[in-house]
């Protein structure tokens, strides 16, 4: 069964430091998503990406943020310069974008990666 | 204002039991998907269940059914014979079908589950 991987699974990084997290959606699917999750908090969207550019982003996705698809399979999140607070699960979803409303369109999520900023 | 409401922060069960948790969420949107995953303490995100707001019928997927009240925008899940691996939090998530296509899903804070031996 595909599914959608990510790596690093665990990421530790000193602060203001860069890092990419890399994702390998499932191989049809169109829609790409972002989401974070603060230890213990729910999840949260940071941002989608369609037809290579970005379709939403949230108000947490500043400009230290940025998103890349940079060869048709990997989609990457890069943070540019690292906060504490930047510290959290970031989990990649992927979606094949079934455009009929109310059908069935699951996003597929990876396992995550935990980044810990100290 | 807060979409999706889990009043629970906590739940006990006792193994083989059934146990329900709540889901309430707020939308004005006629279309829309409602989404339960399962986190155990390794962290990822499993999907469990979904229904869609046009659906008729209350989904199930194995040990897992949805009780969706629409009128009372209710979305509950309910987990029958519960299992010591059921242990773990539980996410309900929204999906508006009208904020054009982007589908982001929008999350509850989590209700966690633990199951008694």
């Known amino acids: 069964e595909p599914e959608v991987t990510q790596t690093p699974s665990h990421q530790v990084t000193q602060m203001g430091q860069e890092v990419i997290l890399r994702c390998v959606p499932i191989?049809?699917?169109?829609?790409f998503y972002w989401y974070r999750q603060i230890l213990g908090q729910k999840v949260e969207f940071l941002v989608s990406f369609y037809n290579n550019e970005i379709s939403e982003k949230s108000e947490i996705f500043d400009d230290q943020f940025s998103v890349e698809r940079p060869d048709g399979s990997n989609f990457t999140l890069k943070i540019r310069s690292t906060k504490l607070e930047d510290s959290a699960m970031y989990f990649c979803?992927?979606?094949?974008?079934?455009?009929?409303?109310?059908?069935?369109?699951?996003?597929?999520f990876g396992p995550g990666t935990r980044l810990t900023v100290l | 204002a807060q979409k999706i409401t889990q009043t629970q922060p906590g739940m006990f069960v006792q193994e083989k039991e059934a146990v329900t948790l709540d889901c309430t969420y707020d939308?004005?949107?006629?279309?829309?998907?409602l989404f339960w995953y399962k986190q155990p303490s390794s962290g990822e995100m499993i999907f469990l269940i979904y229904?869609?707001?046009?659906d008729e019928q209350n989904a199930t997927e194995g040990r897992y059914s949805l009780n969706f009240q629409k009128a009372r925008k209710s979305a509950n899940l309910v987990i029958s014979a519960s299992q010591l691996g059921d242990s773990a939090m539980y996410f309900c998530a929204m999906r508006e079908d009208n904020a054009g296509n982007n589908r982001k899903l929008i999350w509850g804070l989590g209700t966690s589950l633990a199951v008694n031996p």
């Open positions: 979803a992927s979606r094949r974008n079934l455009i009929l409303a109310g059908v069935f369109d699951e996003q597929f």
């Open positions: 191989s049809n699917h169109l829609y």
């Open positions: 939308t004005s949107d006629q279309s829309y998907g």
């Open positions: 229904q869609g707001s046009y």
